[in-house]
């Protein structure tokens, strides 16, 4: 009868854990502190880490509360889904546009978020560049030296990592302004960029791995601020070689109303986004490889950057979505690529 | 005898024991809460796309493609964990020697390792700069980002479950019978294909089931040592996730519908396999 | 004779008759049988080498790579720390749940004959055969904003998915059917025929289990515990979908470590990677200990 007892017992304790759980986190309280969800990509946790600490100075500063912000990071669609499935967000820092239209068309996000803040809503940017081995045996320097024979080229799936879109797009306007807007001929290059590609990871951070520890292939194709990064963390072991064309990655940030509404943190999560574009937070997006957004302080970083890149957007594709449609959506042209 | 009446009882369909209604409340309701309700909310989901819908978004080619990658690959890696599993209850039940006990230890290591670190780590060995993947480059043979690579993370996630289905039940196992046979002067070999391998056999397909079935769904380890490329090397679970990314739930569910579908029948004739076994062998 | 054998030919005589004989006929089998034996141990060893041991001095290697002191720093981290409850708490609850559950389940289908028993085993294991990353979502659309359960949960202010409900849920989930499944084969092969006689005899079902049923299968039953908390431990698919992975408040473990991965802080990721590893060697010695008192 005993070990029935010490059942029972395992399962108060239980119930009381999952209960303690629920009160936890069943709102944000109202007062003197208040909670911020930031839902967010990958590789932004050190830049949000610091920016929390500058943000919540700032607040009280100006007379607001406490204010705590939770991080949350994952593959952007990912987090972008879990946003629409239930993830209390109340501000998203994504890293393409399309990712937080998804939210807004489950009527989370207000529609002309685009416009609420400067630069359509992107306090930082990035482009898209090649990391190679130190030495660059392979004289890599622009994209036509990617379809060459023999190179191996490392790049994750544009159908399973949101910020992959941004490499495809690039290499595609590369050789649309090349050839003269010949698609066809643009697609013949995409295929024979495709066909080097050794490994198609589904991450970003995936393909980053796959080049530098395990040692595969000649170039990858990366986010400026990702190949810094490895960079940082192997010194004199790679270079980074930007190509003559690549597009501007506009990593996007937006309220999530209906959240921010319920939580009563709308103010405040306004404000957070507001002053990313503050100097104090651009110079920070700087220093963690993002390119600022303001033009004054992005200068400030000109040894940093090579700011004489001719970078298209992704308004020269028409926006996300028509650039997801006719590109990357299910016997788009990625899929045809691949297809024959 | 004792064994008389009750088969007399069991043919009438009285059942002695007690603790049928409760135990068959308790697994129901836990069945339920736990696996039923939210697999039917996967149903219900699937249930969204018309049945030309459905069947376009299953048979199309790159998702065939990722069926067969997951198949194939998951059947291959739950062979070799077959052998070896037994090879392993084996040595461990009936012999003895130095390193037994961490040996022993060790085999549930594969599951406390999140599938992430695994994947990692299989590659990191097994691409051909590492540590094992350079030996076998030498030789012509590459193994990550290929289906060998594949295999070997499904492998490694499934190797705990045959070694420790089998193991119970060799260790109960009456050595009286193999005995008996050698006395009467069956080989080795002989003694253990006709004796022992059908005392062990239930357990055996058993965890042959249980190690295939996570090959099958295992996405998190196999996607960092899958070169990932369409028609070659993308798994199903992969395909799910992309389909997911694209927001459509109801076709991810859809894939996975199927997969579900034919893990599930492998399963039920795995266990009709187990329960006519105990009868036969009962009887 | 020898005298040694002309003994153990005497303890026999009382006994069944066997071991003389064989002991007479061991001799000649000696030979091939120790070739046997260290070859299939050899195999065995290698075997658990090359996938096993290897791997886990890679996690090893990796964790230590920038020294002790990095190791440390990441192990003591506070998000680290966090972590390391929930995951103790999501494998505790899911150890529980699905004992209670294996025990009984493996006793209604392997002391009671019904039919559709094979309809019940296989449902059980749909745990195993469904992919993770479907696991989690199967609770997202029943609990989540887009379930047919949310607007309840959500009127109700219950969160379940990206709260550490969710994150337990799908942990007893992925893990269901392992204490069944090391119970079933034992109860199987033992079959019911005790259990049988002791109802017979007037024994309660509680002491027919007690005294009957739970000694033939109390190792299984320690085997299958084993495997659901590694299991359980090492959980990141399904609860990946599930947690929402809010640093510090639903973050496993394995989700931990892929975050501080994507971060590529990857020494950090190895070295929390390892405290699981630790982990799950502190539950597998224990483990041995038990199996030693028997």
Redesign the interface.
């Known amino acids: 009868m005993r070990s029935i007892h010490k059942i029972e017992i395992v399962f108060m304790i239980l119930l009381m854990g999952i209960l303690a759980g629920c009160g936890k986190d069943a709102d944000s309280a109202k007062g003197d502190s208040i909670e911020i969800l930031n839902v967010s990509y990958d590789p932004t946790r050190e830049f949000y880490a610091k920016y929390n600490e500058l943000f919540a100075k700032h607040w009280k500063e100006q007379g607001g509360q406490d204010v705590n912000v939770t991080q949350s990071h994952g593959g952007s669609g990912s987090q972008a889904r879990s946003v629409i499935e239930g993830n209390e967000a109340d501000v998203v820092t994504l890293a393409l546009a399309h990712d937080i239209t998804a939210i807004e068309e489950n009527g989370l996000i207000d529609s002309g978020w685009m416009e609420e803040f400067d630069g359509s809503s992107a306090p930082y940017t990035s482009t898209i560049v090649f990391l190679v081995r130190k030495g660059n045996e392979k004289n890599i320097q622009d994209w036509d030296d990617l379809v060459k024979d023999g190179v191996e080229v490392i790049t994750p799936n544009p159908k399973t990592s949101g910020g992959a879109c941004w490499n495809f797009l690039a290499a595609w306007a590369y050789w649309q302004e090349k050839d003269g807007n010949d698609e066809e001929a643009t697609k013949e290059y995409m295929k024979k960029l495709y066909q080097n590609v050794l490994v198609l990871d589904s991450g970003a951070r995936g393909a980053t791995n796959t080049f530098v520890e395990n040692e595969q292939g000649d170039v990858l194709v990366a986010w400026e601020n990702e190949a810094y990064l490895s960079m940082e963390e192997h010194p004199d072991e790679y270079e980074i070689v930007t190509p003559s064309v690549s597009i501007l990655a506009q990593p996007s940030v937006a309220v999530v109303d209906s959240n921010a509404k319920a939580h009563g943190t709308k103010e405040a999560a306004e404000a957070y986004l507001k002053y990313l574009y503050s100097d104090e937070a651009q110079r920070l997006a700087g220093e963690n490889y993002y390119r600022p957004s303001n033009e004054a302080i992005l200068e400030e970083f000109s040894d940093q950057f090579h700011l004489d890149m001719n970078l298209v957007t992704i308004d020269d594709f028409g926006g996300w979505d028509e650039a997801y449609n006719k590109y990357f959506n299910d016997d788009a042209v990625f899929d045809q690529i691949y297809g024959q | 005898m004792?064994?008389q009446?009750?088969k007399v009882k069991?043919k009438r369909g009285v059942?002695?024991?007690?603790?049928?209604g409760?135990?068959?409340g308790?697994?129901v309701a836990?069945?339920g809460v736990?696996?039923?309700?939210?697999?039917a909310?996967?149903f219900?989901?699937a249930g969204q796309l018309s049945l030309r819908e459905f069947v376009d978004v299953v048979t199309?080619?790159?998702v065939v493609s990722g069926y067969i990658v997951s198949f194939s690959c998951a059947f291959f890696a739950a062979v070799v964990n077959t052998v070896?599993g037994l090879?392993?209850a084996?040595?461990?039940v009936r012999?003895d020697?130095p390193?037994k006990?961490f040996?022993?230890?060790?085999i549930?290591?594969?599951?406390?390792?999140?599938?992430?670190?695994?994947g990692?780590?299989?590659?990191?060995?097994y691409?051909?700069?590492?540590?094992?993947g350079a030996a076998f480059d030498k030789i012509g043979i590459e193994i990550?980002?290929t289906r060998v690579g594949i295999t070997?993370a499904m492998?490694?996630v499934g190797?705990?479950f045959v070694v420790?289905?089998v193991?119970?039940?060799l260790?109960?196992l009456d050595r009286?019978y193999e005995?008996?046979a050698?006395?009467l002067g069956a080989g080795?070999g002989y003694t253990f294909l006709r004796v022992i391998l059908p005392?062990l056999f239930?357990?055996v397909l058993?965890g042959f089931?249980?190690a295939f079935?996570?090959g099958?769904?295992?996405?998190?380890s196999v996607?960092?040592i899958a070169?990932?490329?369409?028609?070659e090397t993308q798994i199903?679970?992969?395909l799910?996730?992309?389909k997911?990314?694209?927001?459509?739930?109801a076709d991810?569910?859809a894939i996975?519908l199927v997969?579900?579908i034919i893990?599930?029948v492998?399963?039920?004739l795995i266990?009709?396999v187990?329960?006519y076994m105990?009868k036969f062998c009962?009887d | 004779m020898s005298k040694k054998q002309e003994k153990t030919f005497q303890q026999d005589m009382v006994g069944d008759g066997v071991h003389s004989i064989q002991k007479v006929i061991e001799p000649h089998q000696q030979e091939p049988n120790r070739i046997v034996k260290y070859a299939m141990i050899g195999v065995s060893v290698l075997f658990l080498f090359v996938m096993l041991v290897i791997p886990l001095a890679v996690v090893l290697v990796n964790a230590l790579s920038e020294g002790w002191a990095a190791y440390q720093e990441a192990v003591m981290d506070s998000y680290t720390i966090n972590a390391l409850q929930l995951t103790f708490l999501a494998t505790v609850s899911s150890v529980a749940v699905n004992t209670v559950f294996g025990l009984f389940a493996a006793y209604l289908l392997s002391k009671f004959y019904f039919r559709g028993r094979q309809v019940f085993a296989a449902l059980i294991d749909i745990p195993f055969s469904i992919s993770p990353v479907i696991a989690g979502l199967a609770f997202i659309l029943t609990f989540g904003n887009i379930g047919w359960m949310g607007d309840f949960l959500k009127a109700h202010n219950i969160k379940i998915v990206f709260a550490v409900p969710g994150v337990i849920l799908a942990t007893i989930f992925v893990t269901f059917p392992f204490v069944f499944r090391e119970l079933f084969p034992v109860m199987n092969a033992q079959g019911k025929d005790e259990e049988e006689a002791a109802a017979l005899m007037g024994a309660n079902g509680f002491t027919i289990f007690r005294r009957i049923t739970f000694p033939h299968i109390k190792w299984a039953l320690l085997y299958g515990i084993v495997l659901c908390a590694a299991r359980a431990m090492g959980e990141f698919g399904a609860v990946s979908v599930i947690s929402g992975h809010l640093r510090g408040k639903t973050n496993t473990l394995p989700l931990h470590v892929e975050i501080l991965y994507n971060e590529f802080n990857t020494t950090a990721s190895f070295a929390v990677s390892s405290i699981l590893v630790l982990m799950a060697m502190v539950i597998l010695i224990l483990r041995s200990l038990i199996e030693r008192k028997k």
């Open positions: 004792d064994g009446i009750v069991n059942r002695v024991i007690p603790g049928f409760l135990s068959m308790v697994t836990m069945l736990f696996v039923l309700i939210p697999l909310s996967v219900i989901r199309s080619r790159q070896f090879l392993l084996w040595v461990l012999y020697f390193g006990m040996m022993n230890g060790i549930e290591l594969p599951f406390a390792l999140p599938t992430a670190v695994a990692i780590s299989l590659t990191y060995l691409s051909d700069k590492g540590w094992l990550a980002y070997i492998i490694f190797i705990p420790r289905t193991q119970p039940v260790e109960k009286q005995e008996a050698y006395m080795r005392e239930p357990a058993a089931g249980l079935a996570r099958i769904g295992e996405y998190g996607v960092f070169g990932n490329i369409p028609y199903a679970p992969l799910i996730m992309t997911l990314e694209q927001y459509k739930y991810a569910t996975a997969l579900l893990s599930f492998l399963m039920l266990n009709s187990q329960i105990q009962k």
